[in-house]
């Protein structure tokens, strides 16, 4: 099956308490992408460089075999550009810098055979071109999208017009709790659902994430990391692993979406093993199946005999 | 098997957005007691009360068949009172008072009957008297112990000798943070073993809780509550239903423990859907074998055809 992403591209700067890397290519749609590959091939990819994107960077993409008829680049502008800093706590994070150069004017022109993909991941960009884009597909079996903070509290209405065009919301629990006016995760999952999307993923970073429909739920632990390098990317590696499942198993059964999750937990656990998508370079599909396996064993517990007074 | 739990009886008074109870009968030996209670009867409780404790309070605790002999009337005292304010985010609690009374001269003795005791829980007191505690006992099986910032940030040189002592400890995430000085919580956790525990148990709230030994990691999900109105005393239920089907089932290898966890955090969801100890008047057996088996169902996903390219 087809996946289109959708998304940023951007030469990142990181810092945390491990190190520092430069221009090193990031952005949603790469993490997407490249998490993606490891369950479908080829990608297709839409977004916006400028003329000083690396030709390394694009061999990258490549790599992963990403299609590159999608990626618009734009001569005479810079690429988008970002940098953060990460606090000994690696959850909190300052943005140092946001130049977003060529992505400022992004407006994602679906090549005409891009058109009949089945799967779409809309990672985290201005709510009215997710909309645009989606206007541009001709009938998707399922949209998952990507949102933060600045979309919420910045564009609420445009937000709730795509909420409805969406079937999966990924975010992580302040984003969910925030979009929702309410604490309790559970309550907040099931108020977003009230605005569109019939499946919330939260992402909770070192504590898991959890899938909420209508009428079930079903938490995924994290994977037991002693050490994490840079979580920058992990929950866009999650998305691209979830949505990457799906449309290789064309399955979107709640039971496949359950192992989707795990998939997808799995590639940003590798993520954050090293700076960037550093951790992808010599990432083997065998690696990714055993860590999968290995999720399982974390939660997993026999009932015995469980009889009580 | 026999179970022995040390700790505090109290008279909380408890404040959340959702009400206001007073002088309700808390305390971590309570909780424990009770939460255990679904298992393993009757529970040998040792702690300290004024001379004001309650008829009632002594009843509901009959109740759940605790013997009472461990239980030290001091006459001209008045009761350990607590009151605590939770905030609109539960996970936030400003404590209004600690009036230690009769429990600040607490020394616990252990009646000569109990010294035979096989399964011990030490409630969050001194680490001195934890040791206090071990002293006086033959040679228990399997001893559990909880503590707190208090204790870690102000005696820590009398927690470490006590860690030395206890096979399982169980602490909340930034609990174990702090006693490891290390935020990674699976490093925490292996730093904590090195000081004395086999077993290291992280109670993260809404979060779940894992289990960590020097070999294995267990990740227990939280149970999905809409509705939590008082998180008070959850802990010590948690640890109240893990020692309790320890103690029922004589059985500590690492699958029965994981099964504890789960009945920990079974007794844990139940204790925060009504104020205080109020959930635990009508609670059956048999919801809390309904639970534990909705916990299963949480984290169960078939592996099916897991293939990737």
Redesign the interface.
């Known amino acids: 099956m087809s996946l289109l992403v959708v998304g940023s591209l951007a030469l990142d700067t990181i810092e945390t308490p491990f190190g520092r890397v430069e221009n090193t290519l990031g952005g949603s749609a790469t993490y997407i992408a490249t998490a993606a590959s490891?369950?479908?091939?080829p990608i297709r990819l839409v977004g916006v460089v400028g003329g000083d994107f690396p030709k390394e960077a694009m061999q990258r993409l490549e790599t992963h075999e990403v299609d590159l008829e999608g990626i618009e680049v734009v001569k005479d502008a810079k690429t988008f550009r970002w940098g953060g800093r990460y606090h000994?706590?690696?959850n909190v994070r300052d943005t140092l810098f946001t130049e977003l150069n060529a992505f400022q004017h992004f407006n994602p022109k679906i090549p005409e055979s891009y058109r009949n993909t089945t799967y779409v991941c809309l990672g985290n960009i201005d709510p009215v071109l997710q909309r645009r884009v989606l206007e541009q597909l001709s009938k998707p079996r399922l949209v998952v999208g990507d949102t933060m903070n600045f979309w919420i509290s910045g564009n609420n209405v445009e937000l709730k017009r795509t909420l409805k065009l969406l079937d999966v919301l990924v975010v992580n629990d302040s984003e969910a709790r925030q979009l929702a006016g309410e604490?309790?995760?559970?309550?907040a999952a099931?108020g977003i659902i009230r605005l569109g999307p019939k499946i919330v993923i939260i992402k909770?970073g070192?504590?898991?994430a959890?899938l909420?429909t209508e009428r079930t739920?079903?938490?995924?632990?994290?994977y037991?990391?002693?050490?994490?390098y840079d979580p920058t990317g992990a929950g866009d590696a999650f998305a691209g692993g979830f949505i990457g499942w799906i449309a290789?198993?064309d399955d979107f059964s709640e039971?496949?979406m359950?192992?989707a999750?795990?998939y997808g937990s799995t590639l940003a656990s590798f993520c954050v093993e090293r700076f960037g998508l550093d951790r992808f370079k010599d990432l083997t599909?065998l690696e990714?199946?055993d860590r999968?396996?290995e999720f399982?064993e974390?939660?997993r517990?026999?009932?015995?005999?469980?009889?009580?007074?």
Do not use: M, Q, W
Not at 38 to 41: E, G, N, R, S
Not at 217 to 222: E, K, N, V
């Open positions: 490891y369950f479908v091939k000994f706590d690696l604490h309790n995760l559970i309550k099931k909770k070192e504590h898991g959890v909420i739920l079903f938490s995924a632990p994290a037991p990391l002693e050490d994490i290789r198993t039971e496949n359950k192992r999750v795990i599909t990714v199946k999968f396996h399982r974390l939660s517990f026999e009932e015995g005999d469980s009889s009580t007074r």
